[in-house]
Every structure is written in structure tokens, then in C-alpha cells.
């Protein structure tokens, strides 16, 4: 109708042009189409690539609960095939031991047949990306496929196993956020940028934490702690991003699913909270602190030792080495066989998945009180309304169950840790410091029946509590982290054990910490990936240190006006990928730095073109094409160590020269900050 | 009695020194030594002076609990007082007023006349001073007591005057911080080291937040989001280990003094665990968020804009400068007339305490549906079991008292901001938000008092819920901070709320970062403190920006050649407070930097004994002991903007010389990098 109105006129006044016939109000259009520039604008102040951080977010929480959601059919038809094959003792036991043995050769035999990196947890190697060093292959999207075949085969034995899924996922997510990267510089055209990759990489680190236990916050925290030792406060608010659309999608997709009403947390409690504990059991607190440390230095170490001798002894290297498939199907078998529910199982809670042992260990109630008159009869099947009875076989008791476990799972684990397949290392630990604290909690449930503070109410101990903190110290000290006291917090949706639980952890870091390097570290260090170790203990004697005492200074340089035959001579024998260039021999200006490989691709090609008669040097070269890089960074070599460290770190170097009025006098890599480090933590004896 | 028998054993076999009488069992003592000192090394290798960091948390949490413990006195006399003077206007009136009028002009001139540094809430200046900037007497411990006496007549006053106390107790414990480190200093013997010192202060600025609140982790997240922009994980440790003992010894004073039975959070909520919300809520949420995004906007502006004013304005600059009690006492006149309870005062709940402001909001119940159908009679006192009632004025309604709350309070706030007196700014704002989160929530009880998802369990809606989302998006966007998500679930206990709440809070800082500065980055504006601005939105355009677009290159250098007469003339015409020294005026060669300081002494010493007959040059001066620094990093002019940002914020630098072959070309300071970022944001039109 308006159409035509404007026709009329149109027609009456003047000309009307189909293109104004199509675009009416253009003065209305035009605000509008002002208000969306600046909208735009305004949105894109905030950070460019958003939206690459939420699509990262909620792709990786489609991942996450479609793997969650296939590994739960398979669990269930085990399940189902268990319980339903009659009580033929041997088929039952084939069946409880055929299942993870098929599913752990295949996952080992898949992921490798199609990449020999892709066992392990991944987080060490993801450190070592995000310090900067460069491994190849290892974001490769064909890692993608095998990680995930390989993993859900791995979670869907269970507890069996006892394996997770945080590490593996935090590949993943790295993973997809590299692909994300590489995607957003082909759209928006920009040339590649190294620090921008980086970025994306470690929003990636933070989306895998948070997509795996729907927790954003201590995803943030505790992809920070174990992966970097340095970080910026926009990385870490871009990883709040990314890490709570993962979070939110993950929670959302429950919901819809109908599991449960609205979002909630993933392993919810219900500990009192008006007087959640009597003031003295902060010491308790403290004290299982204390035993996690101790614990996690022992597990720690252990874990290295076997590792270790994996490598040293020839048989099992050998084994390791060519049939992959068939130590992990033996290891399987002896791990399935000694879960088997009729046999050893029974005392060690394994007819539970992993997710049941949590939520039964996180329990308010006293198991030991419970039992200690009349011990419940042993279910034949777990009772879905009583499963903490699982934890109370009648033989055995409370006790006896949860140290049977602790004694059987630390060798089980160590023995998990080394099956070369995709798996994650954090949930069996988290699970195993529960039953630790939970061993604490009943026992002072025993002994404080009544609570500790006599009088006035009755404030009943909760080794459910115990159970929390024990979680959080143990896998705190074994990853080096404090974030997660922040994870049980956001995993179970109460936050009021703060203060006795981030006590716990504490004190176990600080023994850890003393005496181990973290899980992580530790594997870096059996992989030999390479990694820049931590100033330790920050000493007093370590900030005079200066470059001098520690660089390089053997450094082969290349003059301008060096005569092409020496140059050959230096690049036959030397192999280093990269050399100092320096303005002539006598003063050794550093000027730039040339690569090796374009020095001698330039040294290939025809000598003929330079002019004849005068000896060509290499200038002639570098004048001929040859690019040479600038050095933008040069360190005097009167630099602190403590700045030379945070510079590696922060920028992620991998070599820093040292001038000295402009002279290149020498060099300093991760190899001389190392041996700088070593020397300060062990000063040699001859002092 | 042992002794004795020792002794005759001695006397019938070999002669006993006395030495050996009192040390027996001397295998026994060394190994006991031995382990003694092993543990020590040990306790020493997590940090050399953890120690002293629990004794800056434990001394932070005295100082703040004694203050509390006073200005709850004096509350309760205010109180007091204003009940039983009688019922007069007149004389309630002069009880309200003349009070908080006492107060404050007490607090400004007290602390006005010992520093005038101590105004206002001090974390700008902390962030400066954590930036590496050197602000003289900022730190002195004179400040100390201004501060501590202003602050607890500030906090006095209740909530008429609306301030905190965050503020300030973090610029008290980085004094107190920077004082240990002196004393640590002086203890171990070793050489001052500016890295420590700034390690320890960093730690100071946690333990200000955590002992305030009692929120380790909150305290920790935002120190660190508020000062820096970097941050190593070693210093988030140690952070962390002095906020869990300054958090853990405020609330134990609070057990002892038998205010509360255990340790529990300050403001404790008691929402819904099992359906805390609806999911269609999720959208109400970040409908907040997006609010008080836009609301912080407008205050951060008005605010700025306000202390833009008062600067410019002939009269009440020169009101300021010279008559601060007074500017104090009339502030706090009008702020107290306007809260005088039976004027203005009851329909903005002003019988409340500041705490009983946050209790009150973040209550279960809805108070629009509970005073629907029969509005409660307006007490004559709070009623200490239905405080809420406050909030519920009859004539205005619940909605009308919010409104008025927040369109009052709104320039009252501001108004409070320009009194200059030691307070803390951050309090108001989170309750501010509180109330814009419950007239929403309140709103949508009201509208969907079934709740919102139909059929099945019927989920009424929390208007606390959104109070605590309104208090931490409010407060997150005004200082462009996250953790204040964290800081309400640990202020009040539950963690129910924490995806909805994390995305109200990153939906208004996404808002607030991309239109305005954050408060304390306004104030550091206006106050004209050096200050570092971030690259904001990283575009991929200033990427390529590189060092030699924007380096100043009119360098004055003295070259070691330099005919004296030359060098006198520069020291005379220039005023910066070092120079850079080349080896020769031709070559240019950056060999050090000499202090404009040391080189006027030098000229100023007699001249003749240098050798007659040859001119006298800059080299005879520096052989003749005038000291110089060595330049420990240098910049090339192909570096790029980010790395240059990167390095001057990590290492917390003031000036970097750029090199381009040995050669002395240019330097870089916050000046050149502040100049380059806003062109980056703001990019010349004429492009």
C-alpha cells in the first residue's frame, strides 16, 4: 500500500527509480544501517575473534557430551551383558575381562596405527607447545580422529581401567582451537601471527578444563597453572569466555536430555551448611593435607621409576616398541582381572563407575557408624539407592575396603599410566585422594562419634567433607596446582568447606613441591620434550647471577666480509639451524641473523654472476637475495638470570644473543638457562 | 638423676668434660640436628620467606578485625544514641547529622594533615607503584596510621556515607608488605632487590582483598586483575598462601569473640540447592548483565566527569585545596540530611547497616509477593528478624524504595567519591548492584509467581539469586574485573548460581571494557599517574607496528670523545635524569648509561688534575670514577608494539634503548608507547 502511495507521488512529482522503490525511509535505513556499524565497532573493540572463542566453547561441549553420551551405551550394554550372562563363573569372568581387553588393544592399535603421538595424556606436550617450542605433527587434525576413537574405547571400560578423560580432551580442545585459528586467518585474511596462535591455544587449554567438568572457573585456573608459568590477565579473560560457553552448552545439553531438571553442578553434595564443621578439625584438614603430600611425592616418584625402567629394560621396550596392542590388551587383562567383582572387586568398590565412586565418596553420611552394630547384607547387584554399600563389604569392613583400594589402585594406576593409549591422568588421582580423606573422615567419625566440640549441639563429623579436601590436596600436590580446591567447589556446588579444603592443599603442594616435580613435569622430563625449568625456592643467591656467568660465548658468527669458501667451511661444520650475522670479522656488529637453510640454498646456485676477479664474500650473497632476519631482542650480558627466565617465558625465546657495544658475544638458550638453573638448585660441592 | 649416674660412670672410667655432660647421647642429638636442618631446607626450598607472608596475612587480619571490632562500638553508640535521645525532630535530626558530620570532617582533616596522599581508596596508586613507578612517601609508614585512623571514622558512619573499606586495607597491607620486606631485608642480610620487594607487594595486595572479605581466592583473582596485566604463577602462589592465612585468622577472631560457632562466609545465602533456577532464567540473567553494564557505564562517566569538575572549577578546587574538613562536613551534611530516616531516609532503607544492605537483598524470599495483598505497618525500629522490612516502605511500595534506592544513591555515591578521606569504593558499588539485581528480580517474581517453567514442581523465582548476579556484574563492569563472580560465592557460601552469575558478569564487562575506562583506571586518569594503557581489542593492525614507528630517535648521547665543554653543554640544556653513553660521537657504539646526577658532580670537581695540554674529554671524567650502568636489554627497531608492551609491563620498565647495529638510535618510554597505542585506537583521519 505504501508502495504504491510513493508511486503516485512519485509519478506527480518527479522521476521514481526502481532502486528508491526498493530502499523507502532511506534516511531511517541509513541511522539504522549507522547504529549496526557501530554496534559492530563496539563489539569488535572487545576482542576481534570472539565469536572463534565461542564456537571453540560450544563445539568442544558438543565433543565433549556426544563422547559422554556413546561411552554411557557401551557402559550400559557391559553392564547389561554382565549381569544377564548367567552364573557360569567363567562366562561371567570372560565377560568382565573380554570387554576392557578388546577395547583397550583397539584403542591402543587404532590411535597408534594412525599417530605415534597420540598416546598419553597430552598435556605434557601441550606445555611445551604453549611455551613456545614447536612439535611437529602434534596439532596435526589427524590426531583429532584417533584421540577420540581412542579415548572413548578408553573411558568405556570403566572403572576397570581407571583412566579419565581431562587430558586427552585438552588436546582436543587445543586441537580444534589451532584449526579455529588457521580458519579465522584465512577469513579475515590477515598473515599469520604467532603470538595471536598462542593466544587461541591457550583459550583452548581452558575450554578443555571447563568442557570436561562443566566448571569455568577453575578450567581458567587450572589450565593456567599446569600449563604456563606466566600469563596475561587478556588471555586469561578470553579463556573465561570461551571456557564458560563450553561450560553452559555442556550443562545445557544435560537439560535438554532431561538427566536433569535445570543446570546444575555435575556431582552435587549436600553437606550442612549452617555449621558445616567444628573449628578443631581445621587441624585434620591440615593434617590430611600433610598425608596427601607425602602420598602424591611417593606416587609421584614411583610412577618415574617404572616409566623409567619401561625405557631402560630391553624386554619390555622391545614390547612396548613393536606389539602395542598386546601389552595393552596383557595389562588390561591383569587390571580386569583384578577388579573382577567375585574375586579381589569385591573389596575394592569395582562394580562402580567412576563417576559413582565420587558421588558415594562425597557422601554426609558416617558409613562406619552406620555399619558398626548390624552390617547390611552384600547386595547381588549394586543397590541404585544405597550404593555406598559397595564400600562396605561385610568381610572386610569400612576400613578394610578403602585401604584395600588405596593399596591395589596405587600399583593398578601406575600400571594404567603406562599403556600407551589416549587417557587421562586427573580423575583416578582426584579419586584416589577421596578415598584417602575419606579413610581420615570415618575414622574420626569413629573416634568423635558425638563431634568434636562436646556441648551444645551435636555437630556429627562429615567424612563426606574429608573426602572433598582429600580430592583436592592430592591432585593439587600431584599436578602442582591450587585451583583445585576451586574444582571441587564447582564440581560439587558448595563452597563452604573453603578454608579447611584450600588448607589441605596448600600444605600438600608445599611438600610436593619440595620433593617432586609435578606428574606433568615429570613426564616431560622421561619424554626429554623440552622444558624450561622453574627458578625453585626463588633463593637470595640467585638474583646476582648474570648472563656472563652462563651464555654461551663459543659463538660462530658470520662477517659480511667473510670469503665464500670459509662460509662453506663453517656451515659443512656446524649444524645449528641459524647463525649470527656480523658486520665484518674484526668488529662483530651482530646485524641480523641468517638461517641456515637459505644460506645454503644461496650457496648452491651459480657463483658465476658475481663480479670476476675480486673474491666474492658473503655479502655478494646477501646482496643476491639471500633474506636474513633482524634481531629485534638483544640481551647485555650484564642481565640478571631472573630476567633472562622471565623473558624465555613470557615471549617464549628459544634463543636470546647477547651483545656486548654491539659485539655478538654470545648466546643463551633453554639448554644454558637449564644448566644455570640446575647449578644454582645443586651448587657443585667444590664451592 | 640420670645426670648422676652419668657422672660416676665418668668418674670410674674416663674423665667427663662438662661439655659432654650436658649433651649426651650425641648420635642421637646429630642426627636429630641433621634432620632438623634437612627440614629446614626443606620448609625453605617451597620459598625462602613464607614465613613472612604468614606473618603479613596474620597481622592484616588483627589490624581488620580490631578496626571492625571499633567502628562496631561506635555504630552501636550512634545507634544508641539516636533511639533514646527522645522524639524530637530537631534533636534526632542533630543526632543523625551531626554525627557522620563529625566524622568526616575528622577523618579528612586528620589524615589530610599528616599526608595528603592518603585520600581516597589508594589502588590506583598501588597499581602504579605494582607497575614498577616509584612513588615517593606513597609507602611510608606514616601513611599507615593516617590511613588506619581516617579510614575507621570513615567506616563509622555507617551507611550514610556509603563507603567501604576494601580500598584503603589493600593500600594498608601493601605498606605493611613493603615494611616486612624491609625487615626481611635487614634480617637475612642480602642486598635490596626491587623483583622481591615487588613480589611482596603483589602478595600484599591479596592478603587487602582476602582479609576484607575473607575470600582467599576472590582476593587473590582480584588484586591481580585490578594491578597487573601479567602475572607469574609463583606470585598467584604466594598470593594465595598469605590470603588462606589472613582469611583463616579473620574468621577465627570472629569464633573466638563468639560472634559465630565455626568458620563460615561473612554473608551467608540459604538458596534453593536442588533447582536453583529455572533454565529460561539464564536469559533474565544476562539481561542483568547487560544492565549493569550499561548502568556502570553511566556512573564510571558521571563520576569522571565529576572529578573532571571539580578540578576545573575555580571555587570549589580552591574549596578543596584549602579548606578539605570543611568540603568533608558539609558533604557529609547533605549525605546525612537526605538519609535522615524520617525524611527521605525510609524509602531508601537508611536504618541499615551496609551488611545489613547485602543480608537483606540476597534474601530467599520475594518481598513484592509476601507485601501483596497486606502491606506489614513501617516499624518504628528495624526489627532485627524481619529486616527486610526496610526495604518495603508502605506508601512507596518494594519498587518504589528500590527505585528511589538506586536513583538516590546514584549521585550520592558520586558526591561521597569527591570527599577527601580515606575510603573504599568498591563496597557501594557491589551493594548498588545487589539493588539493581533485585528490582529485577522482584520484577519477574511478581510477573511469574509460579515461576517460570509450568507444570510439574512449581520453582518460585529467588530475587536473591539476582541480587548476587546484580552485586557481581555490577561491581565486575565498574572495575573490569571477573572474580568479583568468585568474591560473591564466597562471600555468601553457595556456588548454586555459577554459570548464570559468570555470564552476567562477562556480559557487562563486555559492555563496560569497550565504552569506558574502569574506575580505578578513570582515577588514575584524572589524577594524572603514569600509567601503561592496554592494547585494547589486540587488533590484527597493530600487529605489525614496530618499534621504529614510534621510538623517540632524538637521543642525546655523550660519547666517551666528547670534549668536556660539549658535555657541560648538554647536561645544561637537557633535564632527563640519565643519559646514554656511546663509545665514540661517530660510531655511536651504546656502551652504558651515566646518571645526569653522578655527571654534574663529576664536572663540578676540580678539573686540574687531569693532564694539562690535551683537551679534556667525557672519558677522563668516567676513568676518573664517575660511575656508570650497564644497559642490560636492548631493543632493535624491527620489535614490534606487542613485544615492547610485553616486556615493559612484565619487567616493569621505564625506558629501553633501541640499537640497530650497536648504534645508539633511539629509546622507548611509557610516553612513545601510551602515543602509539592511541593512535592504534584512535587512528589519525587523514589516513
Same mark, same amino acid.
Given at each position: 500500500?505504501?508502495?504504491?502511495?510513493?508511486?503516485?507521488?512519485?509519478?506527480?512529482?518527479?522521476?521514481?527509480?526502481?532502486?528508491?522503490?526498493?530502499?523507502?525511509?532511506?534516511?531511517?535505513?541509513?541511522?539504522?544501517?549507522?547504529?549496526?556499524?557501530?554496534?559492530?565497532?563496539?563489539?569488535?573493540?572487545?576482542?576481534? #575473534?570472539?565469536?572463534?572463542?565461542?564456537?571453540?566453547?560450544?563445539?568442544?561441549?558438543? =565433543?565433549?557430551?556426544?563422547?559422554?553420551? *556413546?561411552?554411557?551405551?557401551?557402559?550400559?550394554?557391559?553392564?547389561?551383558?554382565?549381569?544377564?550372562?548367567?552364573?557360569?563363573?567363567?562366562?561371567?569372568?570372560?565377560?568382565?575381562?573380554?570387554?576392557?581387553?578388546?577395547?583397550?588393544?583397539?584403542? &591402543?592399535?587404532?590411535?597408534?596405527?594412525?599417530?605415534?603421538?597420540?598416546?598419553?595424556?597430552?598435556?605434557?606436550?601441550?606445555?611445551?607447545?604453549?611455551?613456545?617450542?614447536?612439535?611437529?605433527?602434534?596439532?596435526?587434525?589427524?590426531?583429532?580422529?584417533?584421540?577420540?576413537?581412542?579415548?572413548?574405547?578408553?573411558?568405556?571400560?570403566?572403572?576397570?581401567?581407571?583412566?579419565?578423560?581431562?587430558?586427552?580432551?585438552?588436546?582436543?580442545?587445543?586441537?580444534?582451537?589451532?584449526?579455529?585459528?588457521? !580458519?579465522?586467518?584465512?577469513?579475515?585474511?590477515?598473515? /599469520?601471527?604467532?603470538?595471536?596462535?598462542?593466544?587461541?591455544?591457550?583459550?583452548?587449554? *581452558?575450554?578443555?578444563?571447563?568442557?570436561?567438568?562443566?566448571?569455568?572457573?577453575?578450567?581458567?585456573?587450572?589450565?593456567?597453572?599446569?600449563?604456563?608459568?606466566?600469563?596475561?590477565?587478556?588471555?586469561?579473560?578470553?579463556?573465561?569466555?570461551?571456557?564458560?560457553?563450553?561450560?553452559?552448552?555442556?550443562?545445557?545439553?544435560?537439560?535438554?536430555?532431561?538427566?536433569?531438571?535445570?543446570?546444575?553442578?555435575?556431582?552435587?553434595?549436600?553437606?550442612?551448611?549452617?555449621?558445616?564443621?567444628?573449628?578443631?578439625?581445621?587441624?585434620?584438614?591440615?593434617?590430611?593435607?600433610? =598425608?596427601?603430600?607425602?602420598?602424591?611425592?611417593?606416587?609421584?616418584?614411583?610412577?618415574?621409576?617404572?616409566?623409567?625402567?619401561? %625405557?631402560?629394560?630391553?624386554?619390555?621396550?622391545?614390547?612396548?616398541?613393536?606389539?602395542?596392542?598386546?601389552?595393552?590388551?596383557?595389562?588390561?587383562?591383569?587390571?580386569?582381572?583384578?577388579?573382577?567383582?567375585?574375586?579381589?572387586?569385591?573389596?575394592?568398590?569395582?562394580?562402580?563407575?567412576?563417576?559413582?565412586?565420587?558421588? +558415594?565418596?562425597?557422601?554426609?553420611?558416617?558409613?562406619?557408624?552406620?555399619?558398626?552394630?548390624? &552390617? @547390611?547384607?552384600?547386595?547381588?547387584?549394586? #543397590?541404585?539407592?544405597?550404593?555406598?554399600?559397595?564400600?562396605?563389604?561385610?568381610?572386610?569392613?569400612?576400613?578394610? +575396603?578403602?585401604?584395600?583400594?588405596?593399596?591395589?589402585?596405587?600399583?593398578?594406576?601406575?600400571?594404567?599410566?603406562?599403556? @600407551?593409549?589416549?587417557?587421562?591422568?586427573?580423575?583416578?588421582?582426584?579419586?584416589?585422594?577421596?578415598?584417602?580423606?575419606?579413610?581420615?573422615?570415618?575414622?574420626?567419625?569413629?573416634?568423635?562419634?558425638?563431634?568434636?566440640?562436646?556441648?551444645?549441639?551435636?555437630?556429627?563429623?562429615?567424612?563426606? $567433607?574429608?573426602?572433598?579436601?582429600?580430592?583436592?590436596?592430592?591432585?593439587?600436590?600431584?599436578?602442582?596446582?591450587?585451583?583445585?580446591?576451586?574444582?571441587?567447589? /564447582?564440581?560439587?556446588?558448595?563452597?563452604?568447606?573453603?578454608? @579447611?579444603?584450600?588448607?589441605?592443599?596448600?600444605? $600438600?603442594?608445599?611438600?610436593?613441591?619440595?620433593?617432586?616435580?609435578?606428574?606433568?613435569?615429570?613426564?616431560?622430563?622421561?619424554?626429554?620434550?623440552?622444558?624450561?625449568?622453574?627458578?625453585?625456592?626463588?633463593?637470595?643467591?640467585?638474583?646476582?647471577?648474570?648472563?656472563?656467568?652462563?651464555?654461551?660465548?663459543?659463538?660462530?658468527?658470520?662477517?659480511?666480509?667473510?670469503?665464500?669458501?670459509?662460509?662453506? %667451511? !663453517?656451515?659443512?661444520?656446524?649444524?645449528?639451524?641459524?647463525?649470527?650475522? !656480523?658486520?665484518?670479522?674484526?668488529?662483530?656488529?651482530?646485524?641480523?641473523? !641468517? %638461517?641456515?637453510?637459505?644460506?645454503?640454498?644461496?650457496?648452491? +646456485?651459480? @657463483?658465476?654472476?658475481? $663480479?670476476?676477479?675480486?673474491?666474492?664474500?658473503?655479502?655478494?650473497?646477501?646482496?643476491?637475495?639471500?633474506?636474513?632476519?633482524?634481531?629485534?631482542?638483544?640481551?647485555?650480558?650484564? $642481565?640478571?638470570?631472573?630476567?633472562?627466565?622471565?623473558?624465555?617465558?613470557?615471549?617464549?625465546?628459544?634463543?636470546?644473543?647477547?651483545?656486548?657495544?654491539?659485539?655478538?658475544?654470545?648466546?643463551?638458550?633453554?639448554?644454558?638457562?637449564?644448566?644455570?638453573?640446575?647449578?644454582?638448585?645443586?651448587?657443585?660441592?667444590?664451592?
Amino acid at each position: 500500500m505504501e508502495e504504491l502511495v510513493g508511486l503516485r507521488e512519485g509519478s506527480s512529482g518527479k522521476l521514481v527509480t526502481l532502486q528508491e522503490l526498493w530502499t523507502p525511509c532511506p534516511r531511517i535505513r541509513r541511522s539504522i544501517q549507522g547504529a549496526l556499524e557501530w554496534l559492530k565497532e563496539r563489539l569488535f573493540r572487545v576482542g576481534e #575473534d570472539w565469536y572463534f572463542l565461542m564456537a571453540l566453547g560450544v563445539l568442544m561441549a558438543l =565433543i565433549s557430551y556426544a563422547m559422554n553420551f *556413546a561411552i554411557g551405551s557401551v557402559v550400559r550394554a557391559h553392564k547389561w551383558l554382565y549381569r544377564e550372562i548367567g552364573d557360569s563363573h567363567l562366562l561371567r569372568y570372560l565377560s568382565w575381562t573380554v570387554y576392557p581387553v578388546a577395547l583397550l588393544s583397539f584403542s &591402543s592399535g587404532f590411535s597408534q596405527s594412525i599417530t605415534p603421538s597420540s598416546g598419553g595424556s597430552g598435556i605434557p606436550e601441550v606445555k611445551t607447545i604453549l611455551s613456545g617450542v614447536i612439535l611437529e605433527d602434534y596439532l596435526d587434525i589427524k590426531n583429532f580422529g584417533a584421540k577420540v576413537t581412542g579415548l572413548s574405547c578408553t573411558l568405556a571400560t570403566g572403572s576397570t581401567s581407571f583412566l579419565g578423560k581431562l587430558g586427552p580432551f585438552v588436546h582436543l580442545s587445543v586441537i580444534t582451537a589451532a584449526y579455529l585459528g588457521r !580458519v579465522r586467518t584465512k577469513i579475515i585474511g590477515e598473515s /599469520e601471527n604467532k603470538t595471536k596462535e598462542m593466544e587461541m591455544l591457550a583459550s583452548g587449554a *581452558a575450554v578443555g578444563v571447563a568442557t570436561v567438568f562443566a566448571a569455568p572457573f577453575s578450567g581458567v585456573l587450572f589450565s593456567i597453572e599446569v600449563m604456563s608459568s606466566h600469563f596475561s590477565v587478556w588471555n586469561y579473560w578470553r579463556g573465561f569466555f570461551a571456557a564458560t560457553c563450553g561450560a553452559f552448552m555442556f550443562r545445557l545439553l544435560a537439560v535438554f536430555n532431561s538427566e536433569q531438571e535445570t543446570i546444575t553442578s555435575i556431582y552435587k553434595t549436600n553437606f550442612r551448611v549452617d555449621i558445616p564443621f567444628d573449628l578443631p578439625e581445621i587441624f585434620f584438614f591440615v593434617a590430611l593435607g600433610a =598425608i596427601c603430600g607425602i602420598l602424591s611425592c611417593g606416587y609421584i616418584f614411583c610412577q618415574r621409576m617404572v616409566l623409567i625402567f619401561l %625405557k631402560a629394560n630391553g624386554f619390555m621396550s622391545k614390547l612396548l616398541a613393536t606389539s602395542k596392542p598386546l601389552y595393552s590388551a596383557l595389562a588390561a587383562l591383569i587390571l580386569a582381572s583384578v577388579t573382577y567383582p567375585p574375586g579381589l572387586g569385591r573389596f575394592m568398590a569395582s562394580r562402580l563407575s567412576m563417576e559413582e565412586h565420587l558421588k +558415594t565418596l562425597f557422601d554426609n553420611n558416617s558409613w562406619a557408624l552406620m555399619t558398626k552394630n548390624s &552390617s @547390611p547384607p552384600w547386595p547381588a547387584e549394586p #543397590d541404585p539407592q544405597n550404593l555406598w554399600l559397595e564400600w562396605c563389604h561385610p568381610q572386610f569392613t569400612v576400613f578394610g +575396603t578403602l585401604v584395600f583400594f588405596l593399596v591395589m589402585k596405587f600399583w593398578m594406576l601406575i600400571l594404567a599410566t603406562t599403556i @600407551p593409549i589416549p587417557a587421562g591422568y586427573f580423575m583416578p588421582i582426584f579419586i584416589y585422594g577421596a578415598v584417602i580423606g575419606r579413610l581420615l573422615g570415618e575414622g574420626l567419625s569413629v573416634t568423635f562419634p558425638e563431634g568434636i566440640v562436646a556441648g551444645g549441639e551435636v555437630n556429627p563429623i562429615t567424612p563426606g $567433607a574429608y573426602a572433598l579436601a582429600g580430592a583436592a590436596a592430592f591432585s593439587g600436590a600431584v599436578t602442582h596446582t591450587i585451583s583445585t580446591a576451586l574444582l571441587a567447589f /564447582e564440581l560439587t556446588g558448595q563452597i563452604v568447606h573453603a578454608l @579447611p579444603v584450600l588448607m589441605a592443599v596448600l600444605v $600438600a603442594n608445599a611438600i610436593t613441591q619440595s620433593c617432586q616435580p609435578s606428574f606433568y613435569d615429570g613426564t616431560i622430563i622421561v619424554k626429554k620434550l623440552p622444558y624450561l625449568p622453574w627458578i625453585r625456592g626463588r633463593k637470595i643467591g640467585s638474583y646476582p647471577v648474570s648472563v656472563e656467568h652462563f651464555m654461551n660465548s663459543t659463538l660462530t658468527t658470520l662477517a659480511k666480509d667473510m670469503p665464500l669458501e670459509e662460509v662453506t %667451511k !663453517v656451515v659443512l661444520s656446524t649444524d645449528v639451524n641459524q647463525y649470527p650475522l !656480523v658486520e665484518t670479522t674484526q668488529s662483530q656488529t651482530l646485524v641480523g641473523v !641468517v %638461517k641456515r637453510a637459505h644460506l645454503v640454498q644461496a650457496l648452491q +646456485t651459480e @657463483p658465476s654472476s658475481w $663480479a670476476p676477479g675480486k673474491q666474492p664474500c658473503l655479502q655478494d650473497i646477501l646482496a643476491n637475495g639471500c633474506p636474513t632476519q633482524p634481531v629485534t631482542l638483544q640481551l647485555s650480558p650484564e $642481565a640478571t638470570l631472573h630476567e633472562t627466565h622471565n623473558l624465555f617465558e613470557l615471549l617464549n625465546l628459544q634463543l636470546l644473543f647477547v651483545t656486548s657495544w654491539g659485539r655478538a658475544v654470545g648466546s643463551v638458550t633453554w639448554v644454558e638457562l637449564k644448566k644455570a638453573i640446575s647449578t644454582l638448585t645443586n651448587p657443585p660441592t667444590h664451592k
